[in-house]
């Protein structure tokens, strides 16, 4: 069983509008749909979970029956802290499904990940045990513990952006957020689960994301998803590449017939 577990629980601030960001729309599809239907039209992926604030959960279900998101097995209300939130999904999936079953934790505002990305968190699991989405930075990164000095400039060629989906096996994953959740400071300085599975002494496995895969976090990020959008629709319209689960359909027959 394959599961992803998506947290939508921001609330705007920094986008500045009126209504949590994964509810604002785009090319006239809220941004939490877009999102959704990459999980959706996935062959691989069974079971949708959602995790976010209790006040938006029946706006979340309608908007799923309207866009026929019926892998969505459930929709459970967040926590005090996005990884509060994200337990919550996965205590929800470890009730109906597997403990071995895979799951790939997505943001609800991360709309561009490509399907080939999906499809090898999953082989990364099988394999490794685990699998971190991350693009190779192509700036700089400098460390800085005041904001003010450069304490370190890691080597680009070793610098690695983080995104999402981060992807494990149920129990693993589930084990790792008990054992911080009874820590002193829980969550403090958990940033995502890759932080929480090192946290423990564990060595998560890069996958290769795409560099499009952004998060839509402020004003400027919605202009960057417009303009993905209409990238990827102008590629289609003139046939200079076909949609990404039939590319990857037609890659995976060919190996096969290669075997």
């Known amino acids: 069983m394959n599961i992803a577990i998506i947290f939508a629980g921001g609330s705007g601030v920094r986008m500045g509008a009126g209504i949590p960001k994964q509810f604002l ?40 029956e309207d866009y026929h ?14 990884q509060d939130s994200i337990y919550n999904a996965l205590i929800r999936a470890r009730e109906e499904n597997p403990e071995d079953s895979i799951v790939l934790i997505h943001d609800g505002v991360r709309p561009c990940v490509e399907y080939d ?18 693009t190779l930075c192509y700036e700089t990164i400098l460390v800085s513990r005041d904001g003010r000095k450069v304490d370190d400039v890691p080597l680009r060629s070793e610098s690695y952006a983080a995104q999402a989906p981060q992807s494990f096996y149920l129990k693993d994953i589930l084990e790792a957020h008990e054992k911080i959740r009874v820590r002193e400071n829980r969550y403090e300085g958990m940033v995502d689960a890759c932080t929480i599975y090192r946290a423990l002494g564990r060595q998560p496995h890069i996958v290769q994301g795409n560099r499009g895969n952004i998060k ?9 998803f417009r303009a993905l959008l209409q990238y990827r629709e102008n590629e289609q319209a003139f046939g200079l590449t076909q949609p990404d689960r039939i590319a990857s359909k037609m890659r995976r027959l060919r190996r096969k017939n290669e075997r």
């Open 25 to 64: 729309e785009i090319n006239g599809k809220p941004i939490l749909i877009h999102t959704m239907q990459l999980f959706q039209e996935h062959e691989e992926i069974d079971r949708i979970y959602l995790a976010m604030s209790k006040d938006y959960m029946d706006y979340a279900e309608a908007l799923a």
């Open 216 to 224: 839509v976090t402020t004003p400027e990020d919605v202009y960057m």
């Open 69 to 82: 998101i019926d892998k969505l097995a459930a929709i459970v209300p967040g926590g005090e802290t996005a």
């Open 117 to 134: 990305v999906i499809s090898e968190n999953i082989e990364s699991v099988k394999k490794y045990g685990s699998a971190i989405t991350a």
